[in-house]
């Protein structure tokens, strides 16, 4: 039973960083594309801006933002800090510039042609791995803690939390420089229903196999 167990959390640490890796170099393509962030790119993209960093560079902003979110979620709502969130933590700068360094080699031109399937590509790497973080169950990565942080304090649903949250993040990252296009919008409108989708599909895949090992 040990060993079946072991061999359970090893498969669903691999499916985080899995997610991990996409999420980060979905984000670092929607950057790239200069059509607009996600909420959260927005507040990376920002900080980088603010802090005089090179796009090249926003892996670093990626890293430090999440590390203050990380100490304000361990002192604030500690029960939420746990394995999935430092596995999420270490890699995550790191992906997030393999992605910046990865979209010029692929889009080799800025053409509204190569922005639009940029930031598709972005889009779809960003929600198939959150999803896929999601159906991985091992915590919550410090932006998600933190908003758990908000709820507990606030006592309102999370949805409504999540929404509210989402703008602050995009007013924080636009007053900072990030970029804010039609991408920003998109994401709002879509990226909940998608990834709730995406992370049902992978569960049907490979959800059963986790519990079976």
């Known amino acids: 039973m040990k060993g079946k167990d072991k061999r359970e959390q090893i498969a669903r640490i691999i499916l985080a960083l899995a997610g991990i890796l996409l999420v980060g170099v979905g984000i670092s393509f929607n950057a790239a594309a200069s059509l607009g962030n996600d909420p959260i790119g ?34 604030a709502g500690r029960r939420y800090v746990n394995i999935g969130t430092l596995i999420y933590l270490a890699p995550y700068g790191v992906v997030v ?3 910046s360094w990865l979209y010029p080699l692929i889009f080799r031109s800025q053409t509204l042609v190569t922005q639009i399937c940029g930031a598709t590509i972005g889009c779809m790497l960003l929600y198939t791995g959150v999803a896929m973080f999601i159906v991985a169950d091992i915590g919550l990565d410090p932006f998600t803690g933190f908003v758990m942080v908000i709820q507990d304090a606030v006592k309102k649903e999370y949805r409504y939390v999540k929404i509210a949250f989402d703008v602050c993040c995009v007013a924080l ?29 992978i569960k049907k895949l490979i959800g059963r196999r986790l519990e079976l090992q």
């Open 173 to 201: 990252g636009f007053l900072l420089g990030g970029k804010l296009g039609v991408i920003t919008i998109i994401t709002a409108l879509v990226a909940g229903p998608l990834i709730q989708f995406l992370a049902g599909i």
């Open 42 to 75: 927005i507040v990376y993209d920002g900080i980088r801006n603010a802090a005089g960093l090179s796009a090249h560079q926003l892996g670093m902003a990626s890293n430090i933002t999440n590390i203050v979110l990380l100490v304000i979620v361990f002192f």
């Open 97 to 99: 510039s393999l992605g």
